[in-house]
Structures are given as structure tokens and as C-alpha cells.
């Protein structure tokens, strides 16, 4: 059975941190590419940072870019998020999701994920 648990949501005031986990588990991690996407009220999903692990790149949506850090740990196919100086903005409910042999922008930009996982709410107060 395929599963992609998200953790590590919250509330964080502004300029805080947070660091959300992607936990893969039912298909070959390393032909996958993981991406995390979200959604705030009323707005479209956006995919904001993805990373290969077939190609092994990254991609940062501009508006997350210098703030957001992904990584992966292949030996326990988890992809992490770290997200640096918050702002309210970045508030909305938070995605992984997966997809075999994509690039990395390819997932971000134009998603086709095969699986996807439960959100995890962050929450940014001013």
C-alpha cells in the first residue's frame, strides 16, 4: 500500500521556523520525485518546492526561494521541508505528494502526481 505521511505542521509566529516530513512508504523511493504543494483558503494548490531523486534536482517557487530548504534521506525515504522565516503569507494546508521520473520543475510546475498525502495545517500569525 502506498503511503506519503506529512508531519510537522503548526503554528509559528512570523519569522519562525518550521520543519514538515514527507515519510514514503509502498513504492521505490529513489525512482520518485517528491514534491510539496499548498493550499491557502480560497487559492489554487501550488507546488512550492519539489526534489528528484531520480535526477537528484530541486526546485523552489520564487516565492519560497532563500526561505525554504528541501532535503531527502534516501535510507529513510523521507523528504523534509525546512521553512525559514515565516511569514503569514505562508499560511495553508500542506501537501506531498509523488511521482515516478519527473524532474523536479516538471513536478512543481506541472504536477501529474501519482500520489498524494494528507495535509498538514501551518500557520503563520502576524
Known amino acids: 500500500e502506498v503511503q506519503l505521511q506529512a508531519s510537522g505542521g503548526g503554528l509559528v509566529q512570523a519569522g519562525g521556523s518550521l520543519r514538515l516530513s514527507c515519510k514514503a512508504s509502498?513504492?521505490?523511493?529513489?525512482?520518485?520525485?517528491i514534491g510539496w504543494f499548498r493550499q491557502a483558503p480560497g487559492a489554487e494548490r501550488e507546488g512550492i518546492s519539489c526534489?528528484?531523486?531520480?535526477?537528484?534536482?530541486?526546485y523552489y517557487k520564487d516565492s519560497v526561494k532563500g526561505r525554504f530548504t528541501i532535503s531527502s534521506s534516501n535510507a529513510k525515504n523521507t523528504v523534509y521541508l525546512q521553512m525559514d522565516s515565516l511569514k503569514p503569507e505562508d499560511t495553508a494546508v500542506y501537501y506531498c505528494?509523488?511521482?515516478?521520473?519527473?524532474?523536479?520543475?516538471?513536478?512543481?510546475?506541472?504536477?501529474?502526481?501519482?500520489?498524494w498525502g494528507k495535509g498538514t495545517q501551518v500557520t503563520v500569525s502576524s
Open positions: 505528494a509523488a511521482a515516478p521520473y519527473l524532474s523536479s520543475k516538471y513536478a512543481c510546475l506541472y504536477g501529474g502526481m501519482d500520489y
Open positions: 509502498g513504492f521505490t523511493f529513489d525512482d520518485y520525485a
Open positions: 526534489f528528484s531523486n531520480s535526477d537528484r534536482s530541486t
